[in-house]
């Protein structure tokens, strides 16, 4: 299964930002998904993960700021960024969690800042 994350782009502080990951399988729709993120010089990290069914957990920094949805008939993830901060600035990707069994696709960049 293929990735695509996009969305991704400069903003400013405080401002918000709406990523999608599109996955090219079916299986998407059974399996949970990670939403995953890595800063320059450091390791990735999970975000965030979704069951099939919906339910969420969240990293403690993003915990009221970011959610996570997806769209099983689409194959899509839809990671949802509000009240952005400098140390949100990372490449942001999904694959399932938390064996990580899709190939990893290029990401999406997000830059926060003035």
């Known amino acids: 299964v293929q990735l695509q994350a996009s969305g991704g782009g400069l903003v400013q502080p405080g401002g918000s930002l709406r990523l999608s990951c599109a996955a090219s399988g079916s299986i998407f729709s059974i399996v949970i998904m990670g939403w995953y993120r890595q800063a320059p010089g450091k390791q990735r990290e999970l975000v965030a993960h979704i069951s099939s069914g919906g339910n969420t957990n969240y990293l403690d920094s993003v915990k009221g700021r970011f959610t996570i949805s997806r769209d099983n008939a689409r194959n899509t993830l839809y990671p949802q960024m509000d009240s952005v901060k400098p140390e949100d600035t990372a490449v942001y990707y999904c694959?399932?969690?938390?064996?990580?069994?899709?190939?990893w696709g290029q990401g999406t960049l997000v830059t926060v800042s003035s």
């Open positions: 694959n399932t969690f938390p064996s990580n069994s899709f190939t």
